[in-house]
């Protein structure tokens, strides 16, 4: 066990754990943060998709002693009040469906996104590729994200 001090959502978060533990655990198991979520545990999904500084990371392959100081952004701190544009987007689109892989879907798009803000068809189709989806919601994915991308260009 070991002491480290995250930086998680603008806050600073204190936690005693075994140093190879992922960041995935720490936020659902240590901090009650749930919205992130558990798929497969071996990158394969991204279903628990959050951003360290910005940039998309799978939280199951990320152990709490490798991330030193830099940030983490969790579907919950990814905006005050669920009103990220993609998260808008989302909701206009009406996209989830058991819900299970959302989250991770949002954090993918919004840091591609935030990256790209005027992403073609086939960028888009890239940047989500890795998120999978059970339920197959594909279509209202790529979708919503285009929404979001024409919201932020507007
Ligand atoms: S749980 Fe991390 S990629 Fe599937
Ligand atoms: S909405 Fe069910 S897994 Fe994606």
């Not at 070991?2 to 930086?7: D, G, I, M, S």
């Not at 152990?63 to 919950?76: A, H, L, Y």
């Not at 701190?77 to 009406?94: F, I, M, R, T, Y």
Request: aromatic share 4%; glycine share 8%; hydrophobic share 35%.
């Amino acid at each position: 066990m070991a002491t480290f001090t995250l930086n998680i959502n603008g806050e600073s978060r204190e936690i005693d754990v075994d140093p190879n533990t992922p960041i995935l655990w720490v936020l659902r198991d240590h901090l009650n943060l749930v919205g992130t979520k558990y798929g497969c545990g071996i990158a394969q999904c991204g279903a628990c998709t959050v951003h360290l500084e910005g940039t998309a990371v799978r939280s199951c392959m990320l152990t709490v002693s490798s991330v030193g100081n830099q940030k983490i952004t969790t579907i919950e701190g990814l905006s005050e009040n669920g009103d990220h544009p993609v998260q808008k987007a989302w909701l206009e689109v009406d996209v989830p469906q058991c819900g299970y892989c959302q989250a991770g879907q949002i954090m993918t798009a919004s840091a591609f996104l935030e990256k790209n803000p005027n992403p073609t068809d086939e960028e888009i189709e890239m940047a989500m590729n890795g998120n999978i989806c059970r339920c197959g919601t594909y279509i209202r994915i790529k979708k919503a994200v285009k929404i979001a991308a024409n919201t932020n260009n507007a």
